[in-house]
Nanobody, 125 residues
């Protein structure tokens, strides 16, 4: 059974940084898609960054390009989201999600089978 456990959220001032971690348990393959999504109150869940763990391909939403970096540590079965130059509009619950294969638009939440419990990120101005 696949389980995802996020950590690293918190409260920071605008311009600050946080690093989120997602530990993946139970995946028998080293080749899958791991995405970070976020959802603010009253808004739809949106994709932020995705990594294909096999080839290491990365994808970023336009709103975070140049500020966020997704990376993986295969030895630790962990995917990270380094978030720099945080803005108040980055405030949301952040979730990691996994899927064996994602075709087409990688930021569609419905394409991911497994989800973590979420970690809150709050950025104050």
């Amino acid at each position: 059974q696949v389980q995802l456990v996020e950590s690293g959220g918190g409260s920071v001032q605008a311009g600050g940084s946080l690093r989120l971690s997602c530990v993946v348990f139970g995946y028998t393959s080293n080749n899958y898609f791991l995405g970070w999504f976020r959802q603010a109150p009253g808004k739809e869940r949106e994709g932020v960054a995705v990594i294909g763990t096999g080839a290491g391909s990365t994808y970023y939403a336009d709103s975070v390009k140049g500020r966020f970096t997704i990376s993986q540590d295969n030895a630790e079965n962990t995917v990270y989201l380094q978030m720099n130059s945080l803005k108040p509009e980055d405030t949301a619950m952040y979730y990691c999600a996994a899927a064996q294969r994602v075709m087409g638009w990688v930021f569609a939440p419905a394409k991911y089978n497994y989800w973590g419990q979420g970690t809150q990120v709050t950025v104050s101005s």
